[in-house]
């Protein structure tokens, strides 16, 4: 879906299209709105609450609550009717990009399989909005909304790499795939054994982009595309939403869409191991001893565990060629929303500058992260008697932790590394965040790469 944002030629439209008044709750009397509407919006029990809209057709008013949700005019998109709006009131170079974001987010539909498109709201941004980083970044958050989105059924692992193709074509990059027992003789042995179960063959998707002298940026995003749990078969409530299991992929391609859009000077590459976790008389048990990329051997305590095994072997690759940078993205573990909940994307990582940097930037973007602790003392949690490492704990203590714990040995001690345990999906809906496959972190990230790798 096209993000509905006039574009520079037309803002003399601004004249012509409604305006939209911005009301605090209890504030509507303060209001510069015109007398008639504030008389109208009271009698119909408008008065600034939070996402609240109301128009006459001549005008509109948007509440803004106590004002905490910078991404509020969402609301205005999602309920006004089609047309042209202009936002009557003055904003601040930040206010005004996070607003016209909001709006251009509040326009997300995932209408793959329904026959009506909705009709929508057109903005004419202020002056002072980045309109052409705002685009980018509103068309990678919608990428990732409907990728993660998109059922099992019809995004698979060669689907999910025909999207990788398809925005490989769009921005110029290359990629190159490994597939099935291709695997094995390339040496990706636990991305194989976690999707040789499946009908749809296992593989590694590999895209690179951009100047091949300049710092490397890798991304490695978990690429599950749906996790029955393997031989520890997961529930019904636990299988519910496992279509969302690649979404640490659909962040990595969410987040190369900006850098490559925007041109950032890195030599980007993208690694996906994409695989389904299912069942068959060829899949991997609990108990098996895999063999890693890396050479240690893995003691495997549950196949519902699945994606740090296919990611270790994608972080050892990535490695090999000791970027600038390396970031994991993964769907990775329930311990992590019993942490912090759907909303706030935990990470890992040991160098406290960009770390510092991140959480600027998240503080900026309105994309909150998390910082989480890489706490040595509990790797003997991942201690196995016969075999290198095991790759989950025997207990139910610090799950998110002891999984980044597990995944580091695989980075390298060497390499500057950054991990994410998202969640990928809202359940409950917010103005411009509909309840479904969500983008986390990855404006957060830009911001920062954007600073690091300026064009």
Same mark, same amino acid.
Request: charged fraction near 20%.
């Given at each position: 879906?096209?993000?509905?944002?006039?574009?520079?030629?037309?803002?003399?439209?601004?004249?012509?299209?409604?305006?939209?008044?911005?009301?605090?709750?209890?504030?509507?009397?303060?209001?510069?709105?015109?007398?008639?509407?504030?008389?109208?919006?009271?009698?119909?029990?408008?008065?600034?609450?939070?996402?609240?809209?109301?128009?006459?057709?001549?005008?509109?008013?948007?509440?803004?609550?106590?004002?905490?949700?910078?991404?509020?005019?969402?609301?205005?998109?999602?309920?006004?009717? !089609?047309?042209?709006?202009?936002?009557?009131?003055?904003?601040?170079?930040?206010?005004?990009?996070?607003?016209?974001?909001?709006?251009?987010?509040?326009?997300?539909?995932?209408?793959?399989?329904?026959?009506?498109?909705?009709?929508?709201?057109?903005?004419?941004?202020?002056?002072?909005?980045?309109?052409?980083?705002?685009?980018?970044?509103?068309?990678?958050?919608?990428?990732?909304?409907?990728?993660?989105?998109?059922?099992?059924?019809?995004?698979?692992?060669?689907?999910?790499?025909?999207?990788?193709?398809?925005?490989?074509? !769009?921005?110029?990059?290359?990629?190159?795939?490994?597939?099935?027992?291709?695997?094995?003789?390339?040496?990706?042995?636990?991305?194989?054994?976690?999707?040789?179960?499946?009908?749809?063959?296992?593989?590694?998707?590999?895209?690179?982009?951009?100047?091949?002298?300049?710092?490397?940026?890798?991304?490695?995003?978990?690429?599950?595309?749906?996790?029955?749990?393997?031989?520890?078969?997961?529930?019904?409530?636990?299988?519910?939403?496992?279509?969302?299991?690649?979404?640490?992929?659909?962040?990595?391609?969410?987040?190369?869409?900006?850098?490559?859009?925007?041109?950032?000077?890195?030599?980007?590459?993208?690694?996906?191991?994409?695989?389904?976790?299912?069942?068959?008389?060829?899949?991997?048990?609990?108990?098996?001893?895999?063999?890693?990329?890396?050479?240690?051997?893995? !003691?495997?305590?549950?196949?519902?565990?699945?994606?740090?095994?296919?990611?270790?072997?994608?972080?050892?690759?990535?490695?090999?060629?000791?970027?600038?940078?390396?970031?994991?993205?993964?769907?990775?573990?329930?311990?992590?929303?019993?942490?912090?909940?759907?909303?706030?994307?935990?990470?890992?990582?040991?160098?406290?500058?960009?770390?510092?940097?991140?959480?600027?930037?998240?503080?900026?973007?309105?994309?909150?992260?998390?910082?989480?602790?890489?706490?040595?003392?509990?790797?003997?949690?991942?201690?196995?008697?016969?075999?290198?490492?095991?790759?989950?704990?025997?207990?139910?203590?610090?799950?998110?932790?002891?999984?980044?714990?597990?995944?580091?040995?695989?980075?390298?001690?060497?390499?500057?590394?950054?991990?994410?345990?998202?969640?990928?999906?809202?359940?409950?809906?917010?103005?411009?965040?509909?309840?479904?496959?969500?983008?986390?972190?990855?404006?957060?990230?830009?911001?920062?790469?954007?600073?690091?790798?300026?064009?």
């Amino acid at each position: 879906m096209a993000p509905h944002l006039l574009s520079d030629y037309e803002r003399a439209a601004a004249n012509a299209a409604t305006k939209i008044y911005m009301v605090r709750d209890g504030g509507l009397n303060e209001s510069d709105a015109p007398q008639g509407l504030k008389q109208l919006a009271q009698i119909n029990g408008f008065n600034g609450e939070t996402g609240g809209v109301f128009s006459d057709g001549e005008a509109a008013l948007l509440g803004l609550g106590d004002g905490s949700d910078p991404l509020i005019a969402a609301a205005a998109a999602e309920k006004l009717p !089609e047309g042209d709006y202009v936002f009557a009131d003055s904003l601040e170079k930040d206010a005004a990009d996070l607003a016209v974001l909001g709006w251009l987010l509040g326009g997300y539909r995932f209408d793959r399989y329904k026959q009506q498109k909705p009709a929508l709201a057109r903005l004419v941004a202020p002056e002072n909005a980045d309109a052409a980083a705002l685009r980018r970044a509103a068309a990678s958050v919608f990428l990732v909304r409907d990728l993660v989105n998109t059922p099992a059924g019809d995004m698979g692992p060669a689907a999910l790499e025909q999207a990788a193709r398809n925005l490989a074509s !769009e921005m110029g990059a290359q990629v190159e795939t490994i597939v099935g027992e291709d695997l094995l003789g390339q040496n990706f042995p636990m991305i194989h054994a976690v999707g040789r179960a499946a009908k749809g063959s296992p593989r590694l998707i590999d895209m690179r982009w951009g100047d091949e002298n300049a710092p490397k940026l890798t991304l490695v995003g978990k690429g599950v595309t749906f996790d029955s749990g393997g031989l520890n078969i997961k529930g019904a409530a636990g299988m519910a939403l496992m279509k969302k299991d690649m979404g640490g992929s659909a962040h990595c391609l969410g987040l190369a869409r900006m850098i490559m859009e925007a041109g950032l000077k890195v030599r980007l590459r993208v690694l996906i191991p994409a695989v389904e976790n299912a069942i068959s008389g060829d899949a991997f048990r609990p108990g098996d001893i895999l063999k890693s990329r890396k050479g240690l051997t893995v !003691e495997i305590g549950n196949t519902d565990a699945e994606g740090r095994l296919v990611i270790a072997d994608a972080l050892t690759y990535g490695g090999e060629e000791a970027p600038d940078l390396m970031i994991s993205l993964a769907t990775l573990t329930g311990a992590a929303r019993v942490a912090l909940g759907p909303d706030l994307a935990p990470y890992y990582c040991d160098d406290a500058d960009l770390c510092g940097a991140l959480e600027r930037s998240a503080v900026k973007t309105f994309d909150p992260v998390w910082r989480m602790p890489l706490w040595r003392g509990y790797e003997s949690m991942l201690s196995s008697q016969i075999a290198d490492v095991n790759h989950i704990t025997g207990g139910n203590f610090a799950g998110s932790v002891t999984a980044a714990l597990f995944l580091k040995k695989f980075a390298g001690e060497a390499a500057h590394w950054m991990h994410f345990d998202l969640y990928a999906w809202r359940p409950k809906a917010a103005p411009g965040r509909p309840s479904g496959g969500e983008a986390q972190a990855i404006r957060a990230l830009f911001d920062v790469f954007s600073d690091r790798y300026r064009p």
